[in-house]
């Protein structure tokens, strides 16, 4: 297919990884919801953001590690936590690999295909990552089993409303995949010869079982279970930060006062994020949303970003509006499944290269130092949600 595995760009790893995915599991990954506006204008917005580079100043030595949830990371980029990761047979243990090779922080989904104890042996780094499932109960169960994993960090996602339609269709994703699911999806994946050698030669079918919430259970039986848990309350994010007892990330926060409540709950860190699009279709995109909640809180709590990173260039674009780092998901997996772990290091290359030389032409030593005064800002391009006072 392709002679050479390494790719230059986070697109050119999309393209491979549209062709090398049965078209069910690459919808999956794509995602979105209703008319995808949001999807777009997470990764668009981006462009609508210039530089102000310098000519004259620049440091010959750049340094952009950082500390981020109370974990080094040689770059502020840490992986997102996302779900079901069906693209290799190696899933989330390839990704931790890739990102410990590379000295980045892990984010595991309470959704991912492994365990957390096999996740946390690859990347020590590792932040596990919960919805509200089930009640206090079992929350404390989840989180009692990442601290005795070795997990450093966790993360609470609140942002999904259950948006299922898509302008485009959804793909038919099966409870479980036995001999005769393989023959009924045989017409989709059969074209796709490679993707389904993988986890031949891994020697089993690809999983979709939830082995961080139900041992034996599916994902879908585990997605019932969420969305029959009535939603948790800020009296409940407060009762979760204070067991766990160390940095505890509110993923999801769209509004200002959010953002403060968030604060006053006492978690350590948030992520400005809309789910990746597949929360509220047309909200707006995060980079938008960012100034006015770092401006709120980045003086409380660390402030992160999720949604539309593609480019090294984002990443600083993000740091200089007021994010602390970013979570990468889409480009990761399409990372997956180019080419497995060495496409997710490949992908995590290329967002280093990208940031070193915008930190390089914008003259800065550190993507610390980033400002919007690096920054070309068109007039209206933020948006702020939420009470201002």
Known sequence: MWRNPWFETVAEAQRRAEKRLPYAVYGALLAGSEAGRTVA?????FGELGFAPRVV?????????????????????????????A??????????????NR???????SFASKPVEQVVAANPDTAF?????GGRDAMLRHTERARAAGCRALILTLDWSFSHGRDWGSPAIPERIDLRTAARLAPDVLPRPRWLWRFVRAGHLPDLTTPNIQPSGTFFA??????RTPPPTWADVA?????????FLLKGVSRVDDARRAADAGVTALSVSNHGGNNLDTTPATIRLLPSIAEAVGDRIEVLLDGGIRRGGDVAKALALGAKA??????????LAANGQAGVENVLDILRGGLDSTVLGLGRATPGELSPDDLVIPPGFTRTLGAVS
């Open 129 to 133: 990552q919960m919805h509200w499932i």
């Open 326 to 335: 970013v979570l990468i998901g889409r480009a990761h997996l399409w990372g």
């Open 57 to 85: 100043g620049h440091h010959a030595v750049r340094d952009l590690s950082t500390t981020v949830l109370g974990m080094a990371t040689s770059m502020p980029v840490l992986i997102s936590p996302t779900g079901v990761q």
């Open 222 to 227: 585990a997605y019932r279970e969420w969305m």
């Open 239 to 247: 009762w979760l930060a204070k067991e766990w007892g160390g940095p």
């Open 103 to 109: 000295g980045v922080i892990m984010g595991l989904s």
């Open 87 to 100: 693209v290799h047979p190696d899933g989330e243990v390839a990704v931790a690999r890739a990102a410990a």
């Open 41 to 45: 204008d997470n990764a668009g917005a």
